[in-house]
């Protein structure tokens, strides 16, 4: 969809009931339509299963959908800033070869999911609704549907005491995710056909230029400078470093939706739809070679 816009922002990191997010799909593009976005990315972790959904809805709405997902990989050479995100833009969701790389990604969330159950009650916190964990279906299950069901039984108050209480590094409940080297996430969204980007590089502090340089030796095209916990400085420094390695630079809010007396943070970050049309070109450009 190429058409003139009314409003120049859009919002291209953004999470569904697919994966940890509240909004189903269709609720998604509304709101962002009631934002009045012009376009979206729907980036649930390990999943595309949301696409589809968004896609049809979106067509009620005059939105642009561009298929997307984050997978989760680790740099070997960063043992201390092990984790980072890559997120996939305009990749061939219905892709066979994707689908069978994600069947494994989800097999492997659910499997942690019953460790991290069995170790909240090796440590007294025994939660009795089990329904986010055994119907999950072929959605990704995560940590923050940990949090949100600590919290529901009132172990917890806020998802921040969930994380630092019992599910982040080092706590009682812990589990380290299956992850796939960076390397071989930005394969899988290359043989997708589509183009990688580090996501919210500024939660581990990714500003090493000699990893740079290797991930884009891997096919790395880009970084989110944009996000709902980057400063203006900091969305300037990761602009600067783009340039400084000719990359493509994006950004989104990261919304998992409404929760409690939280409103979504859809929209709230100001990405140019500029961000958008140097996408496409280098979707093209892809194309072209």
Known sequence: ??????????????HTS????????????????????????ITDHDSVDGIDEALDCALQNDIEIIPGIELSSKAESEPGKSEIHILG?????KSEYLKKSLDIFKKARYDRAVKIFERL??????????????????????????????????FVCSVQEAFQRYLSKDKPAYVPKYSISVKDAIKLVLD??????????????????????????CGLMGIEAWHIKHSENVVKRFTDIAK????????????????????????????????LINLKKARESLRKN
């Open 121 to 154: 009650k090796e440590n007294g916190v025994e939660l009795k609704n089990t329904d986010f964990i055994n119907n999950i279906g072929n959605k990704a299950i995560g940590r923050l549907h940990f949090a949100k069901a600590l919290i529901e039984e009132k």
């Open 18 to 41: 697919f994966s940890d997010g509240e909004f189903t799909p269709r609720e998604a593009v509304e709101y962002a339509s009631k934002m009045k976005l012009s376009a979206i990315s």
């Open 1 to 14: 969809m190429n058409r003139d816009i009314n409003n120049p922002y859009i919002d291209m990191h953004i």
């Open 89 to 93: 833009y305009y990749i061939d969701y």
């Open 244 to 275: 400084e390695f000719n990359l493509l630079v994006t950004g989104g809010s990261d919304c998992h939706g409404p929760y409690k007396k939280e409103s979504p943070a859809m929209g709230k970050v100001k990405v140019p739809y500029s961000v």
């Open 192 to 217: 997708s056909g589509g183009i990688p980007i580090m996501a919210h590089p500024y939660y581990v502090h990714y500003t090493d230029v000699d990893l740079f340089k290797s991930l884009i030796d």
